[in-house]
C-alpha cells in the first residue's frame, strides 16, 4: 500500500474507525499523490521567474490557445477554462456548493460536512462512491423502483449484489417503509456493513419522502448503527429542489443522516446536472457527512483525508473535470439573478406536475391503470392492469407517435419535465387509446 494512502487511512482510524471499516479495498488504497500535481501547485505560488511544471501550453504568460475555439465562450477568459481543473475541482466552486447546501438544508446548522470534491456528472459521483464503499459480492440495498443505471455500476462495473425491497406500500399511498426496514434489517443480521442508496426525488416515481417518513428512515438506520451495524448511506440527490407538495419534505435526508452516529457514513451525491438544467455540463459533487468518534474531535482532518481519496479516485480515472463547466456554473450561481431564474423553471415544473394530477382525477382512466404516489422531480408513473408495458410502448410509438419508458412488465414512466402542459391530457388520452386498441 502507498505510504501516501497509509497516511490517511491512519487519521480516519483515529478520528473513526468505523468508517475505515466501512471503506472498500481501493478506498482503502486509494490516496492522492504528491508527484508532479503537488509539485506543480508549489511551484505555482512559489515560482515567480520560471515556472517549467506545468503540462499545458503557454504563450506570453497566458494559456495558448486557438481564437476559433475560445471565441464562441463568451463572457470568460481562455486562462479561466483551457488550463486543467485540479482533481478535487475548483476551490471557489466547492466553496460556494457547499454554502448552497447549508442554504437549502436546514437541518445542516450546526453540523459539520466535509467541502463537496466535483464529479464529471452525478453518475461519475455514484460511480466514485461505488469505487469508495462497494467491494465484489457487497450487498446494496435498493428499492424496486430505482434508475436502471444503478445496474450497471453497481452490479457489473463493481460487482456488488442488488438486493431489492419493495419501493411503496400495497395501496400507492406512500413508501412501504417496512419493507426498507426488513430488507436492512436482515442485512444487519448477517453481521456484514449494509449499503443503501436513497434516491429522492426518486427516478422513476418522482417520489420524496414526507418529513414523517424521511424521519421513520432515519431513525430505523440510526437504530441499526446503535446495535453495532456499519451503515453506508449514499444520497443521490440528482432531482433535488424539485418539490412541488407542502407534505413533501424540502431536504436532502442527508442532513438527517449526517452526524447522526458514528457508525453512519453519509455521502451526498448531487449536482447541478438538474438543478441548474445543464445536463451536458457534468458537473456533480461528492459531500461527505460523519460522526467522530468522541464528540470534541475535530472532523477537519478526517473530512480532509477523505475528500483526498476520493480525489485520488477521480485523478485515476478521469483526471479531472471539465474546467470551462466549473467556470460557467460558478458564474452562474454568483449572478445576481440566479434564484429568481431557478424559481421560474420550478414554477413552470411544478405547474406540469399538478396538471397531471388534475388530469388523472378523471375516473375514465380508472380500470386502465393505477397512479403510483408522485410529487416532485421529473418523472410520474402508472401501473398498467392489463396490457404489457413493452407492447403498449411499441404500440403507441409506431401507431400514434408518442414515446414513453416501459419498465419491467407492468410500469410506464411519463416524463413531464420535456413535456408542454397542454399535451398533458392529450398524453394520457393517447395511452388510455393504446391501452383499448391492445385489448
Not at 459480492?137 to 450497471?152: A, E, F, Q, S, T
Request: net charge negative.
Amino acid at each position: 500500500m502507498n505510504v501516501l494512502a497509509e497516511e490517511s487511512n491512519a487519521v480516519i482510524k483515529q478520528l473513526n474507525p468505523y468508517v475505515y471499516d466501512m471503506l472498500s479495498r481501493m478506498g482503502k488504497e486509494l490516496f492522492f499523490p504528491r508527484g508532479i500535481l503537488t509539485q506543480s501547485a508549489e511551484a505555482k505560488q512559489k515560482a515567480h521567474k520560471i515556472n517549467a511544471t506545468i503540462g499545458i501550453a503557454k504563450e506570453k504568460g497566458k494559456v495558448m490557445s486557438l481564437s476559433s475555439i475560445t471565441s464562441p465562450v463568451g463572457g470568460l477568459e481562455p486562462d479561466a477554462f483551457l488550463p486543467y481543473a485540479p482533481s478535487f475541482g475548483l476551490p471557489t466552486l466547492r466553496e460556494q456548493w457547499q454554502k448552497s447546501l447549508f442554504e437549502k438544508n436546514s437541518s445542516l446548522e450546526g453540523k459539520c460536512v466535509s467541502l463537496p470534491v466535483v464529479t464529471s456528472g452525478i453518475t461519475h459521483a455514484v460511480s466514485t462512491f461505488a469505487d469508495m464503499w462497494m467491494d465484489p459480492g457487497d450487498v446494496v440495498i435498493l428499492p424496486d423502483m430505482m434508475w436502471g443505471n444503478y445496474n450497471m455500476t453497481f452490479g457489473v462495473r463493481n460487482q456488488a449484489r442488488v438486493v431489492t425491497y419493495n419501493t411503496f406500500n400495497a395501496d400507492l399511498t406512500g413508501l412501504d417503509i417496512e419493507a426498507f426496514e426488513k430488507a436492512v434489517r436482515d442485512r444487519a443480521a448477517t453481521g456484514k456493513k449494509i449499503i443503501t442508496i436513497l434516491n429522492f426525488p426518486n427516478n422513476p416515481s418522482g417520489y420524496s419522502p414526507t418529513v414523517a417518513e424521511a424521519e421513520k428512515i432515519t431513525a430505523i438506520l440510526v437504530d441499526i448503527a446503535q446495535k453495532g451495524s456499519n451503515v453506508v448511506v449514499g444520497c443521490d440527490d440528482a432531482y433535488f429542489g424539485l418539490f412541488f407538495e407542502e407534505e413533501t419534505m424540502k431536504e436532502s435526508i442527508f442532513s438527517l443522516l449526517a452526524g447522526s452516529h458514528e457508525r453512519i457514513a453519509a455521502v451526498k451525491l448531487d449536482g447541478a446536472t438538474k438543478e441548474d438544467y445543464v445536463w451536458g455540463l457534468r458537473t456533480g459533487f461528492v459531500t461527505y457527512g460523519f460522526c467522530a468518534s468522541q464528540a470534541s474531535q475535530d472532523l477537519g482532518p478526517l473530512y480532509a483525508a477523505m475528500e483526498q481519496k476520493t480525489a485520488g479516485c477521480i485523478r485515476g480515472n478521469s483526471s479531472n473535470v471539465s474546467h470551462l463547466s466549473q467556470s460557467i456554473l460558478l458564474k452562474g450561481m454568483e449572478a445576481a439573478g440566479y434564484g429568481d431564474e431557478k424559481k421560474e423553471k420550478f414554477d413552470i415544473l411544478k405547474s406540469r406536475a399538478q396538471a397531471i394530477k388534475s388530469v388523472l382525477k378523471d375516473p375514465v382512466y380508472r380500470d386502465a391503470w393505477d397512479v403510483y404516489p408522485f410529487n416532485s422531480g421529473y418523472f410520474m408513473c402508472v401501473r398498467l392492469k392489463d396490457v404489457d408495458a413493452e407492447t403498449l410502448r411499441l404500440h403507441l410509438l409506431d401507431t400514434y407517435g408518442v414515446g414513453l419508458i416501459a419498465i419491467g412488465q407492468r410500469n410506464i414512466r411519463v416524463a413531464f419535465s420535456c413535456m408542454e402542459e397542454d399535451e398533458v391530457k392529450v398524453l394520457f388520452d393517447i395511452l388510455l387509446k393504446g391501452i383499448k386498441d391492445l385489448k
